[in-house]
């Protein structure tokens, strides 16, 4: 077959030269012309290597290269373990995951870590193996093909930022071999850790405060960012980024449709610094997607760069001039904002940050996410808080002590995690379920605080559903499954609250979904009409305009779509236990000539007002690009407002 290798070999180590010409030109004895013969051989093992199955899957992407921004695009995440016991055990949840149309599984803590403490699988000893307890790198071959043969993709990790100091690499280096000493950032005493410490943060400023680890063996400080046993990989050195390439063209073979860049923040350290989001971060993930272009097409790179704000969309490829960089980013500004929303009621401030937030490359696009494995780090900016009147720092106490419930009228059951003492900066764990006061309210048997919880959950759903990009789906979310409180009894787990957001599949509770009126079965559905209704209407798709629009209801958040080939959208939520009004004609306002309400909380017109009921979401499409097939739990219509000329 055919598959234009060469011609895509040839654009890719062209276009790769100038990148590592500005990461490597600084180091004398790297001869430009030799890496890149290197690299061109690594590039033609892994295509040599590649299955006919995968190369299929490549032909049909580098056809359709927009295919992962189709609105029908639903992701779902979940630790292997808790989800479905081992790698075998995932087939055993298809049930689950065709209910809520996923088609692509991103499956955590899948490679080979050090034994326990490992920081949840985040400590690899080797990344072409699996985690013993769940199976063989066969069985994760055998998975992803049967995956892809219901149109199921698969999303792993690469930690690529640090190994365990127990991966080959590191072993090696601490029995002595100066080649892999280079692969880490080691330093004979404290000169440089400390020059650097004074610009460097604290990730977990408790479970493992300072940056820098002394290791007997090699007689020297270690760059550990994370835990001590996390080593930081320099990707100074042009072998770890050959290394690192080889890696991720065998995950791919191995049938991984994405790689999850865990990290990729940290990649690169400079002085002076806080040695995250530096340039040349983003030419390494530039340099990293022109090369797996090239022997994996069909592959995507996903940044996980849990940064501020206005460092955000560089990784999907904006900077002064676009580049193609990572194919998707978490939209951790968007999380973040829906959560404040929810505590306060007032969306205003998520309007003025999504609204200050760079357009993002038609080409790439977010996932979204209401919950994940991670805490919440309360990444709000204190310029965009200050134009709507908000005090930053205040504000971020607020969200942190909200969510641990210690707020009057706050049902959350959320608890702080990684508080940084010095800085009073704390982060926030729990359940999606839990933080929206529903394990709270079922406890006290309060059915109306129930009621107002389970709208919470299906507002904060309808908001990242309704974004552009592709939403990933936390597992348990879509069951309201509670905090986790079995980690308390693992000492390797104890210190570490954010495994209270990692909660065990339960079957009893999974088999509720089906339970007419039972928790589970009210979220599980009201998740699916979203799902539905979505991946039914086409102008959801990403790659297109995205505006924010500003009403004199601070509770509401109102966000306009345009996609140049499938048509306008409209998104209204209500953050407030109140009703909220807007404009009845806003959905005009905001382009629709015919709209008409795809999602609908029971939205009501009062003369010339939108009326939208408490904690809900509507959705508006143009009724010329309404699903032709109505989605199969009908959610109600609203009567067209009048649209102003
Ligand atoms: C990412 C992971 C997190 C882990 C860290 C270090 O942020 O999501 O769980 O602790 O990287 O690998």
Redesign the pocket.
């Known amino acids: 077959m055919e598959d234009h290798y060469h011609a895509r070999r040839a654009r890719g180590l062209t276009e790769v030269r100038p990148l590592l010409h500005a990461l490597y030109a600084d180091r004398r004895d790297v001869e430009l012309d030799r890496l890149i013969q290197r690299i061109g051989s690594v590039l033609d093992d892994a295509h040599a290597a590649r299955p006919a199955a995968l190369r299929r899957i490549d032909a049909e992407r580098l056809a359709d290269p927009g295919w992962f921004q189709a609105a029908a695009r639903i992701g779902y995440v979940a630790y292997v373990d808790r989800f479905a016991g081992t790698l075998g055990g995932v087939t055993r949840r298809l049930p689950l995951l065709e209910e809520l149309h996923v088609d692509l599984l991103y499956l955590m803590k899948v490679q080979r870590a050090r034994p326990e403490p490992n ?2 699988g ?1 400590a690899v000893v080797d990344y072409l193996d699996v985690d013993p307890a769940l199976g063989t790198w066969s069985d994760l071959e055998h998975l992803t093909a049967t995956l892809h043969e219901r149109g199921i993709g698969v999303c792993l990790d690469l ?1 690529m930022n640090h190994t365990a100091r127990e991966h080959a690499w590191a072993e090696a280096a601490r029995r002595g071999s100066a080649r892999h000493r280079a692969y880490y950032l080691v330093f004979p005493d404290r000169q440089l850790p400390d020059l650097y410490e004074e610009h460097l943060q604290e990730v977990f400023p408790d479970l493992a405060p300072g940056n820098f680890t002394w290791d007997d063996e090699l007689a020297a400080w270690v760059w550990t960012t ?1 835990h001590d046993y ?1 080593w930081d990989l320099d990707y100074g050195n042009p072998e770890v980024f050959v290394e690192m390439l080889g890696v991720m063209l065998s995950m791919a073979n191995a049938g991984v449709d994405v790689l999850r860049l ?2 990729i923040a940290f990649t690169w350290k400079r002085m002076g610094t806080n040695c995250q989001n530096q340039p040349e971060a983003h030419l390494l993930a530039q340099a990293f997607r022109a090369l797996t272009d090239v022997a994996a097409p069909g592959l995507l790179l996903l940044a ?1 760069a ?1 940064v501020s704000p206005g460092e955000l969309v560089p990784y999907l490829g904006a900077h002064r001039l676009q580049r193609r960089e990572c194919h998707l980013a978490y939209h951790n500004q968007l999380m973040v904002q829906i959560w404040s929303a929810l505590a306060t009621g007032d969306a205003r401030l998520a309007t003025e940050s999504l609204a200050s937030l760079p357009p993002t490359p038609a080409t790439a696009t977010w996932t979204t996410y209401v919950r994940c ?2 805490d919440i780090g309360w990444a709000v900016d204190d310029e965009v808080a200050g134009r709507v009147g908000i005090d930053g720092g205040g504000h971020r106490a607020y969200l942190a002590a909200f969510y641990r419930g210690d707020v009057p009228g706050s049902d959350a059951l959320g608890a702080a995690f990684s508080t940084n003492a010095a800085t009073a900066d704390e982060r926030t764990v729990g359940t999606a379920a839990a933080l929206c006061g529903l394990e709270a309210a079922r406890a006290r048997g309060d059915r109306l605080a129930e009621e107002r919880a389970i709208r919470r959950l299906l507002l904060a759903h309808g908001v990242i559903l309704g974004f552009p990009g592709i939403p990933l789906l936390y597992m348990g979310d879509e069951l309201a499954l509670s905090n986790d409180a079995t980690y308390l009894a693992d000492p390797a787990l104890v210190e570490d609250t954010r495994w209270m957001n990692r909660p065990w599949l339960d079957e009893e509770v999974l088999e509720r979904r089906h339970v007419a009126g039972s928790v589970e079965a009210r979220v599980f559905a009201g998740l699916r009409r979203l799902v539905e209704a979505r991946r039914a209407t086409p102008a959801m798709a990403a790659g297109g305009q995205l505006w924010l629009h500003r009403y004199d209801d601070p509770a509401v958040l109102a966000w306009q779509r345009h996609h140049p080939v499938h048509g306008g959208f409209f998104g209204l939520a209500n953050f407030s236990d109140q009703p909220a009004t807007v404009p009845a004609a806003s959905p005009g306002w905001a382009g629709l000539h015919e709209p008409i309400a795809i999602v609908d909380d029971g939205v009501t017109v009062m003369r010339d007002r939108l009326v939208l009921p408490p904690l809900s979401v509507t959705w508006y499409v143009d009724r010329a690009d309404a699903p032709v097939v109505p989605a199969p739990v009908p959610t109600g219509r609203v009567r067209p407002p009048d649209v102003r000329g």
């Open positions: 920081d949840g985040y930690v994370f996390q865990d990290a996980e849990i494995h991670d």
